[in-house]
């Protein structure tokens, strides 16, 4: 064993090696031309960084001498590992936030980030970053004016409501209306509807920081207007609906439907807020996937303030969009707390730009990526699936063999729950490791592919992959297989 430490470079020759061997360095384990550089190698790391990478390296080399992984001491000489410390070195130096791939077929897939941006939204919002601009600068007056004014004027005529306003994203907007309509009163809301939106967030835990009292009523499954109507007391401050986003109750159910609500909050005076979750402009009725209310209907139907996200189904940036009455909502831009959640410059350039595709709804589904993927055709999809795997035969040759199968789309981000979209996969049975290990070592591919195992196969929907990413799909794949 003391032997086969005694072959291991010295950080120096190692260090005197990537230098003589720049084009080792800059090249890393990326030795496949599918996949350019990022400028982020051994090669144009500062040499104090570099040291440590390589240190940590040789420490995982002892590691593995102590734990018998080698046995020969040319396996650890410095022309052996050179590959690999390039591979290593490069995947600590790129960013840790980067690009990946998705081809799971959840459109609205919150841990890879929601909604893709319209090319309309990631123009606006290059501008808004790259030059100064009139945010809160009103250029009719050239005095001071309000940064919400530039989407206020859309997101009523979209919407119907008399007066709107966006935050951070949605949760702020729960929280914020709340604070400001209900704070050390009581709001009443049916058991039913308190829901756990992910990463252990829950509505009632917002509600209450809020400073709201929570009054539930009903019973998991069914709640009905007398519920409402007997809780009603002079302490009462709101009634509000939560949308139940990521899950879907069948069976003997009841909710009470938004108008009733309403017309029992104006005989009371008391406000109806709608927290919608994923608010859609886009009527996706004709999708046989159940009823979705429209932001525009549930307006329409009464709700005095409403609640959505800008990055779920809607498919603009991170946002919380408040519309309703003109007079409550310009109680809620008087609230200090709306210092505190305020958008900032790029979101709202990202937002003004995706409201502004609504105005025309057929150019608002072929250009809005979460609406175009989500209403894309099954033979459109089986057409793209085909023209997948071949690519993928093609780079994988006999590492693999490659099938189509139907499968189901979601939605994702918590809306249209339990509703498939129907799909075709194509999907990849490798031939020397098991489709669990390929879905492993895709996690450190460059860029990562993330799929669906389905039996012993790892699968791609072309529905969240774009024809260009076809080829960066089959290039991490071929990384994957390589080694
Ligand atoms: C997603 C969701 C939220 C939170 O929205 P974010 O934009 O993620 O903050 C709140 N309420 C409901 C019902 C939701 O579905």
Do not use: W
């Amino acid at each position: 064993m003391n032997q086969l430490f005694r072959s291991l470079p010295s950080v120096d020759a190692v260090l005197h090696a990537l230098a003589a061997r720049p084009q080792e360095a800059a090249s890393g384990s990326r030795s496949r031309k599918d996949t350019p550089p990022t400028g982020n190698d051994a090669a144009s790391m500062p040499r104090a960084m570099l040291r440590e990478h390589i240190n940590a390296f040789l420490d995982i080399c002892r590691e593995e001498i102590r734990a018998g992984v080698h046995s020969s001491p040319e396996a650890l000489s410095l022309d052996a590992l050179l590959p690999r410390l390039t591979a290593y070195v490069a995947a600590k130096s790129r960013p840790r936030f980067r690009r990946v791939l998705n081809g799971t077929g959840v459109v609205v897939h919150t841990n890879l980030g929601r909604s893709l941006l319209a090319a309309e939204a990631t123009r606006a919002v290059s501008q808004a970053c790259a030059h100064y601009s009139n945010l809160e600068f009103d250029l009719a007056t050239g005095e001071r004016g309000s940064r919400y004014s530039h989407v206020e004027e859309i997101l009523k005529s979209v919407t119907g409501a008399e007066a709107g306003l966006v935050v951070n994203n949605n949760a702020a907007a729960v929280l914020l209306v709340l604070d400001t309509l209900c704070k050390g009163r009581e709001v009443i809301v049916s058991r039913g509807q308190l829901v756990e939106i992910g990463g252990s967030f829950r509505i009632p835990d917002v509600m209450t920081r809020s400073g709201a009292i929570l009054r539930e009523v009903g019973a998991t499954n069914r709640t009905h207007l007398k519920d409402y109507a007997g809780a009603i007391n002079e302490n009462t401050a709101a009634l509000l609906k939560v949308h139940t986003s990521n899950y879907r109750i069948t069976g003997f159910h009841k909710e009470v439907p938004l108008e009733e609500l309403c017309s029992l909050g104006r005989q009371h005076r008391l406000p109806v807020i709608e927290d919608l979750g994923s608010g859609v402009f886009y009527d996706f009725s004709g999708l046989g996937m159940g009823h979705e209310p429209t932001v525009q209907q549930v307006v329409a139907d009464g709700a005095d303030v409403v609640t959505f996200s800008g990055d779920k189904v809607l498919g603009g940036p991170q946002a919380g969009i408040i519309v309703g009455r003109r007079e409550i909502i310009e109680r809620i831009k008087k609230n200090p707390m709306n210092r505190a959640l305020r958008i900032d410059k790029m979101t709202l350039a990202a937002l003004e730009a995706t409201l502004r595709l609504y105005t025309d709804m057929d150019r608002a589904r072929r250009e809005i990526p979460t609406l175009a993927m989500i209403l894309a055709t099954p033979d459109e999809l089986a057409r793209r699936a085909r023209r997948l795997a071949a690519r993928l035969r093609r780079t994988l040759e006999d590492r693999a063999t490659v099938t189509l199968r139907k499968g189901a789309s979601r939605v994702g981000g918590g809306s249209f729950p339990e509703r498939d979209l129907p799909t075709t996969l194509a999907c990849v049975h490798p031939a020397s490791v098991s489709a669990t290990e390929l879905k492993n070592r895709l996690l450190d591919t460059d860029p990562p592919l993330a799929g669906m195992l389905l039996e012993d196969a790892f699968c791609l929907d072309p529905r969240t992959l774009t024809d260009e990413e076809f080829k960066l799909a089959a290039g991490a794949l071929a990384q994957a297989l390589n080694v």
